[in-house]
């Protein structure tokens, strides 16, 4: 058995000049604004391998059937093309009974920004220790997330296989953290690769189509 865990105000008609500080950030936004370089690019990419790989490992105890099941979540960055990354999200459980792998192939120029940082809490779940925290970046308009799911029994035998595999699709990226700082840091990470390879702003869930 597996179990799935799974102030905008209207700008005066004459505006007094800008500090230099203040057009110096607008600058720089601007420049984030638009895809980077091949090398801005790899150095935010690495980056974000850097925050997820080794950090986004959350472990739950869920009660199920009245009793205590472990179950454990990691994400990695697997591949990386430019801004095409592979990510890979495995869940297993402290019965051993199988586990259950996404593969997300994932285009950060068709992620928006700001990236969201908020507690999770699942019903019957509850953290081994800490709080979960989960990540996101939604999909722009019309663009989704092709992820493919596995999930196998390790009681199979060579005749009959227990496996199955089935495609999908999903509107955002999430990867979930068992504290605030890594997450926070992971956050930091990926919305900064995501502007250097075009991505948008679309800050409320509410105004997508």
Do not use: Y
Request: charged fraction near 25%; proline fraction near 6%.
């Amino acid at each position: 058995m597996i179990l799935f865990v799974g102030n905008s105000q209207g700008s005066p008609l004459h505006s007094s000049p800008q500090p230099r500080s203040q057009e110096k950030k607008e600058t720089e936004r601007t420049h984030l604004d638009k895809p980077g370089s091949p090398q801005t690019v790899s150095k935010a990419i690495e980056r974000l391998k850097q925050a997820v790989n080794g950090n986004s490992v959350v472990k739950n105890q869920c009660s199920v059937q009245g009793r205590t099941i472990e179950v454990e979540e990691s994400s990695n960055v697997v591949e990386s093309t430019g801004c095409a990354l592979v990510v890979t999200t495995t869940k297993k459980t402290s019965t051993g009974n199988g586990s259950l792998r996404f593969t997300l192939r994932v285009n950060l120029a068709d992620l928006t920004m700001p990236v969201s940082v908020e507690p999770l809490n699942t019903a019957g779940c509850k953290p081994e220790r800490g709080t979960l925290i989960q990540v996101t970046s939604r999909s722009k308009p019309g663009k989704t997330i092709q992820t493919s799911r596995i999930s196998s029994d390790i009681q199979k035998t060579d005749n009959q296989p227990a496996e199955g595999k089935e495609a999908t699709f999903r509107k955002s990226l999430t990867l979930f953290f068992p504290d605030t700082e890594s997450a926070k840091r992971a956050a930091r990470a990926l919305e900064r690769a995501v502007a250097v390879c075009g991505g948008e702003e679309w800050p409320d869930e509410d105004d997508l189509p």
